[in-house]
């Protein structure tokens, strides 16, 4: 739901105290629906916070069945410029948007990438809706990695999405090509990772590098590489790229984790599949989108 608020349009979360028993509005928000201690702060010096219809504060009590209100004003995308590139929109409600991100574009907007970038593009599009969103995405993929990513359109929706991130309800599965023939049919690598002392980007395993761990299946084996899918329970960068290098299998194109550049000019990366729950509605949300054409042509030889 939508509603002018103080000259802006602003979204309004609702919701209707039960019978468990808390004791006032603050413990209500934090406890029932985990709303952060900054957003209710935030929120209660604007009086975006309302009782049954009236502005309220946090401490005043409850009771089954109050109707408590949260005003979410707008909010200006940090400084990125939106620009009108085409993108695909799998899925997008009033909390979030999911995308099937290009290879080749960046995701947020950098001092070597300023423009061009999917935040250029998101903003863009809500701007064409005539709304004002901070663009937060949730998930990462690199610039070469193409796939599905979701993009939280509220501080709400965001911190939620985070929770679930740490509740490991986030789960995230991925398709790669790989050199070589991988024997096992499936397997998981724990292996630490951290950032190569003289590199910015390159990332390495190492016994003093930050726990990660990716579970992989093969698809299906070809004379020279290997169709994996692969999902991860923890997002290192480059996670899948060191993972598969330190097995012996660097991933096709990766010329950065010396993966052979003969079939394909990008790393053989793609995020296929994506499952959370809806971070308002907590209903199960799951999108698939399909092999790229150039890995697709791969496999079809």
């Known amino acids: 739901m939508k509603k002018q608020y103080e000259g802006k349009t602003a979204q309004i979360l609702t919701f209707t105290v039960g019978i468990e028993g808390e004791k006032n509005v603050r413990s209500f928000l934090r406890q029932k629906h985990g709303i952060s201690r900054s957003l209710l702060v935030e929120l209660k010096h604007v009086q975006g916070i309302k009782l049954n219809g009236k502005p309220t504060y946090l401490d005043h009590p409850v009771q089954t069945g109050d109707i408590v209100q ?3 004003p707008e909010e200006e995308s940090d400084n990125i410029i939106p620009e009108n590139i085409h993108f695909p929109v799998v899925y997008e409600d009033e909390d979030i948007i999911v ?3 290009p290879c080749g574009m960046c995701v947020h907007p950098t001092m070597l990438h300023g423009t061009g970038t999917l935040g ?3 903003v863009h599009h809500w701007n064409q809706q005539g709304i004002s969103r901070k663009f937060r995405p949730v ?3 690199d610039k070469d990695t193409s796939g599905l990513l979701v993009v939280a ?3 709400y929706a965001h911190q939620q999405l985070a929770i679930s991130q ?6 995230r599965y991925y398709q790669a090509l790989v050199d070589g023939r991988v024997e096992q049919d499936c397997g998981t690598i724990e292996a630490p990772i951290k950032r190569k002392a003289e590199s910015i980007m390159e990332r390495m395993v190492s016994c003093d590098g930050q726990f990660a761990r990716t579970h992989y299946e093969v698809l299906k084996r070809f004379a020279s590489f290997t169709w994996l899918r692969l999902k991860l329970d923890t997002g290192r960068t480059h996670q899948i790229r060191v993972h598969m290098q330190y097995a012996g299998h660097p991933l096709l194109g990766d010329d950065m984790y010396g993966g052979p550049c003969t079939l394909i ?5 793609h995020a296929g599949e994506l499952s959370f729950p809806h971070p308002r509605l907590k209903r199960a949300m799951r999108f698939e989108a399909p092999l790229p054409e150039d890995m697709a042509q791969i496999i079809r030889g």
């Open 166 to 171: 740490q509740e490991g309800t986030i789960q």
């Open 120 to 122: 250029n593009a998101v």
């Open 153 to 155: 359109k509220s501080q």
């Open 70 to 72: 949260l005003y979410l």
């Open 265 to 269: 000019s990008r790393q053989a990366l």
């Open 139 to 141: 998930n990462r993929l």
């Open 99 to 101: 995308v099937n991100k």
